[in-house]
């Protein structure tokens, strides 16, 4: 095999990195738990790090790195998110003083626009990480015909930099099937398999969940709102009902929608949010995950949940088509193919030794998804566009720090 060399000088480390996000800390979601990762993985090689976002009264987690608070009001609709208002004077001042090699914005709102526009400002390389498809979250409020307009938004942003992230190599045909910049780059997502791993079955835990022994559980785990596939996910439930086919639903999660969803699903079991050790043991506690969210970037409930030791039956769609491998490891259900989630679950609902060879092969694959490697190769690309900027720039970017001599 040829060896791959590098120029030492595109693998300069940065010494400071500024992040912009709509959410760090105050709701646990996916985007949140990997800039947190990134944060103190950077933090460990020696990088300061200024994380610019609104902040809540009341917090989910304790977060990673350096908090600075932006001004923020709750989100019309969706009053659990925070719309930052920009970047005002104050923060520009912490920022300016901070003097970061590199600007990393996660969402293309109020904020990484200004913050963009500081960066282009003041001849600092600007990324960008793609961790939401909002353009499609239209669909799920009857407001289908905007969709073209967010997806022109989104476009408009992300050409101005320099880089984008996507979690996934289906994340990158599509965007650049849509054009939407001019050079998309793969920042992947990791598990810890010490936490989420089939030993973590607890026969006390589905006791405590009044789950009966020998019933077969469907897991749904994330946020309960529309653009998670909720009624997509009700209605193959219905569907096995009709046929009479044996199961017992779970549903781990909080959101707008839990209301809503318990009414269309009385016989479930919903354990409200949960995290750490409940949240492994309710994952390695059930047997097949079902994830029908179209909007993922990446499944980071999917990849927890092979971790866990569970065949999967999820969309056709960007947020799972890099994970499952159908028909090996779960199934890829086309969006919107009527009776075909139901299909599938039943195959793995009537058939144990189907699930368990899917639940082992699952739990091999996701064991390559190794976080220390993919927060590394981010730094990595960082120390790539600061080089490149500089080069373009006529600059010789300083040789301290190098990556290769570590």
């Given at each position: 095999?040829?060896?791959?060399?590098?120029?030492?000088?595109?693998?300069?480390?940065?010494?400071?990195?500024?992040?912009?996000?709509?959410?760090?800390?105050?709701?646990?979601?996916?985007?949140?738990?990997?800039?947190?990762?990134?944060?103190?993985?950077?933090?460990?090689?020696?990088?300061?790090?200024?994380?610019?976002?609104?902040?809540?009264?009341?917090?989910?987690?304790?977060?990673?790195?350096?908090?600075?608070?932006?001004?923020?009001?709750?989100?019309?609709?969706?009053?659990?998110?925070?719309?930052?208002?920009?970047?005002?004077?104050?923060?520009?001042?912490?920022?300016?003083?901070?003097?970061?090699?590199?600007?990393?914005?996660?969402?293309?709102?109020?904020?990484?626009?200004?913050?963009?526009?500081?960066?282009?400002?003041?001849?600092?390389?600007?990324?960008?990480?793609?961790?939401?498809?909002?353009?499609?979250?239209?669909?799920?409020?009857?407001?289908?015909?905007?969709?073209?307009?967010?997806?022109?938004?989104?476009?408009?942003?992300?050409?101005?930099?320099?880089?984008?992230?996507?979690?996934?190599?289906?994340?990158?045909?599509?965007?650049?099937?849509?054009?939407?910049?001019?050079?998309?780059?793969?920042?992947?997502?990791?598990?810890?398999?010490?936490?989420?791993?089939?030993?973590?079955?607890?026969?006390?835990?589905?006791?405590?969940?009044?789950?009966?022994?020998?019933?077969?559980?469907?897991?749904?785990?994330?946020?309960?709102?529309?653009?998670?596939?909720?009624?997509?996910?009700?209605?193959?439930?219905?569907?096995?009902?009709?046929?009479?086919?044996?199961?017992?639903?779970?549903?781990?999660?909080?959101?707008?929608?839990?209301?809503?969803?318990?009414?269309?699903?009385?016989?479930?079991?919903?354990?409200?949010?949960?995290?750490?050790?409940?949240?492994?043991?309710?994952?390695?506690?059930?047997?097949?995950?079902?994830?029908?969210?179209?909007?993922?970037?990446?499944?980071?409930?999917?990849?927890?949940?092979?971790?866990?030791g569970l065949p999967a039956v999820c969309a056709d769609a960007t947020g799972s088509r890099s994970l499952v491998e159908n028909g090996k490891t779960g199934y890829l259900v086309p969006a919107q193919t009527n009776g075909a989630y139901a299909d599938k679950l039943e195959l793995l609902l009537t058939d144990s030794g189907l699930r368990h060879r899917f639940a082992k092969a699952a739990t091999e694959k996701a064991a390559n998804f190794h976080w220390a490697n993919i927060l590394e190769?981010?730094?990595?690309?960082?120390?790539?566009?600061?080089?490149?900027?500089?080069?373009?720039?006529?600059?010789?970017?300083?040789?301290?720090?190098?990556?290769?001599?570590?």
């Open positions: 095999m040829k060896q791959i060399t590098h120029n030492p000088i595109r693998q300069q480390k940065p010494q400071r990195v500024a992040i912009f996000s709509g959410n760090y800390n105050y709701v646990m979601d996916g985007p949140v738990r990997a800039l947190n990762k990134l944060v103190a993985h950077l933090e460990s090689r020696g990088v300061q790090v200024l994380v610019f976002a609104p902040t809540a009264k009341k917090t989910a987690f304790e977060h990673c790195g350096t908090l600075v608070s932006v001004p923020s009001i709750a989100l019309p609709g969706r009053s659990e998110y925070r719309l930052a208002l920009g970047l005002p004077p104050k923060q520009q001042c912490i920022l300016k003083e901070f003097s970061p090699d590199i600007v990393h914005v996660a969402a293309p709102d109020w904020l990484g626009h200004t913050a963009t526009d500081w960066a282009k400002k003041h001849g600092i390389p600007a990324v960008a990480s793609f961790h939401t498809r909002f353009d499609t979250y239209p669909r799920y409020y009857h407001m289908a015909w905007a969709e073209k307009y967010i997806t022109r938004l989104m476009r408009r942003f992300y050409r101005r930099c320099e880089r984008i992230y996507v979690p996934s190599r289906c994340m990158v045909d599509l965007l650049q099937q849509q054009k939407m910049a001019k050079d998309i780059r793969i920042w992947s997502r990791g598990v810890d398999t010490e936490i989420f791993t089939p030993a973590r079955c607890s026969h006390q835990r589905r006791s405590a969940m009044g789950i009966k022994t020998g019933e077969t559980v469907i897991l749904f785990v994330g946020r309960l709102v529309l653009e998670k596939g909720l009624g997509v996910f009700a209605d193959a439930l219905d569907e096995l009902d009709r046929r009479g086919t044996a199961y017992r639903a779970v549903i781990v999660g909080e959101g707008p929608e839990r209301e809503h969803f318990a009414a269309r699903l009385p016989q479930a079991i919903f354990t409200g949010y949960l995290k750490g050790q409940a949240l492994a043991e309710a994952y390695a506690s059930a047997n097949i995950f079902f994830n029908a969210s179209t909007t993922e970037t990446f499944g980071n409930v999917t990849l927890e949940a092979m971790a866990s190769n981010m730094l990595i690309e960082y120390s790539e566009v600061i080089a490149s900027a500089a080069e373009s720039a006529g600059e010789q970017p300083q040789t301290a720090g190098v990556l290769a001599a570590e």
